[in-house]
């Protein structure tokens, strides 16, 4: 935050100086954010996908459940946004647990 200093004259007839000072914020720009996609598969249990979102993304489970329903009906859902270093986390967590697991779920990210 910057602090100007303002020297005016004021109307008075007595001709007094004031200060008014006035507060400049910085613009800082938003880093861009990232959506976490998650993708269908043929072979992927639907209760794996829900308990991925539910240990991963912290949704309850009629949430995930829902976003599990429109991965296996569209191919794809957005199951968050986050900045770059979480959505990249994020997508690591779900691809480690998933091949740990031997599932082929797919986890990507895009800019948003």
Do not use: W
Request: include cysteine; glycine fraction near 4%.
């Amino acid at each position: 935050m910057l602090l100007t200093h303002t020297h005016m004259m004021a109307d008075d007839p007595d001709g007094t100086d004031t200060t008014v000072i006035t507060e400049t914020k910085a613009k800082t720009k938003r880093p861009p954010l990232y959506k976490v996609l998650l993708l269908n598969d043929d072979y992927t249990p639907m209760e794996f996908v829900v308990h991925v979102l539910e240990r991963f993304f912290g949704l309850n489970h009629a949430q995930a459940f829902e976003i599990m329903l429109t991965v296996h009906k569209k191919g794809v859902a957005v199951v968050g946004v986050f900045s770059h270093e979480i959505a990249e986390t994020k997508v690591a967590q779900v691809m480690d647990f998933a091949r740990k697991h031997q599932h082929p779920l797919q986890c990507t990210m895009e800019k948003e």
